[in-house]
């Protein structure tokens, strides 16, 4: 049966089988990832033990600005100079302090994962 079609294939009765598809390939970010990977292989020095990291090149590993309000979409610096705080709920999402209490008014759950949330679940977070 497989020789009249070679792209079927057997598998487990608890396995998963794509059945069609609409040839829609969604993009993955995986140069990033390869970038990264190198980019930190290259920080180990030919004995195999880690260079020390200076601070400009920790600071450099990430973008400034990498907190952000995922309602509003404000970043860290935005958030503070309007006078708001930034929150972390129990399951450890963050958002800004205008908009998890507003969110949390219309629904009782974390705006990002859906997990059950209430006004009590959230606290502020200090960067």
């Known amino acids: 049966q497989n020789q009249q079609h070679p792209l079927v294939s057997r598998a487990a009765d608890n396995s998963a089988m794509l059945l069609a598809s609409d040839g829609y390939v969604e993009p993955r970010d995986s140069d ?3 970038r990264d990977k190198v ?3 290259s920080l ?3 004995t195999g033990q880690p260079h020390v990291l200076s601070g400009s090149v920790l600071s450099s590993a990430w973008p400034a600005g ?4 995922p309602i509003c979409m404000d970043f860290y ?3 503070v100079q ?3 705080l930034i929150l972390s709920t129990l399951c450890g999402h963050v958002f800004c302090s205008q908009c998890l209490p ?4 219309s629904a009782s759950f974390c705006p990002t994962c859906r997990t059950d949330l209430t006004p009590g679940q959230y606290h502020p977070i200090y960067i």
């Open 44 to 46: 180990i020095s030919d």
């Open 39 to 41: 980019h930190l292989q």
């Open 102 to 105: 507003f969110a949390l008014q």
């Open 32 to 34: 990033g990832y390869v």
């Open 82 to 84: 309007s006078g708001r």
């Open 77 to 79: 610096p935005q958030i």
């Open 66 to 69: 990498t907190v952000r309000c």
